[in-house]
């Protein structure tokens, strides 16, 4: 989310309940599974319970389902798939300064534990995180992670977001277009605030263009744990032109390429954490899902740089406000 611009789903209550009474998620009766306090009685508060809404641990019953004593929920990673490395970086002149000037932070401001990658603002200040990934986007047919925003920890104007767009690590946006950053190229995997919603809202969007959506019952000061999926539709279904010859800067000013730049269409999903939300023809099949975000996005002489963020409100965020994500894998062509 570059600010110089700036699943049809049961009810949850109706789903817990009807998993509880299928017996699939009630806790069996033995020993591995003694009686336990839970740090959070809410789903979203339990790594295993996370796709779920209202409480688990436990339940409204007085029960703990028996995903509370899951570490995480399970992986399904597609063998034709590889991991991101996701190595932290602080590009500050094609993020942090852009976006917040030069009181942004990156050092200090994110952990690594395994496979996963956290935000935590230490201050008040901008916080941000690069991971150089070596892609070119046209080359990337799917790329899945598990995402959240720990629940309790960000403000209602929090603008957070996990996203990216395509650029060398020099140069000026404006000498060099076809090589940095514009807002056609951008993807905002998922970002608060900003974008369809408004305040204490999550959704997908591309900066400018596409069709955006709002993650319907999340919210930022409820937190969330997701997966996100997004794939590329090489048949071109979405009927996207073959290329483009101008991209946007700050303020929709036009820049103009100076060469056709390919464009690729892509969709973006997401569900509950632990595997990707669909492969193959079940990719296809959700392109038609009102749910499903979607656009064409400009492809850079440049590799696809992530970044996790938080620009606040007015440039001010929350002391402790918490975004991460993990298991990030990409599937190529």
Known sequence: MFLPIGLLCLGSAYRAAAQAALGRFLAPSNESLAPKTFARKECSGNPGCAGLGGDCCPASTGMALACCWDAQAPSATPPDSRALAMVPSC????????NCGDAVRCEGEYS????TRTLRATSDHCAYVTFKTGLSLDQVLQLDADTFL??????RQDNLGFWFFQTVGTGVAEEEPTSHWDALSEVDLFETYIGPGGVNS??????ATGLHMQWKNFTIVGGMRQHITMWQDVENAAGCPATRQAGMLTGLTTVEYGTPLPVVSVFVT???????????????????DPHTARACITVKDAPVLLSLSNWGAGHRVTPGCEIGVSDVVVRTK
């Open 112 to 115: 690594e534990s395994g496979s």
């Open 270 to 288: 997401h569900c509950a954490p632990g595997a990707p939300c669909c492969t193959g023809d079940a990719c296809k099949q959700l392109q038609s």
């Open 91 to 98: 590009d500050h002149l094609n993020v942090g300064f852009p």
């Open 202 to 207: 999550i959704n997908t969007n591309f900066a």
């Open 150 to 155: 720990t629940p309790g920890t960000c403000s």
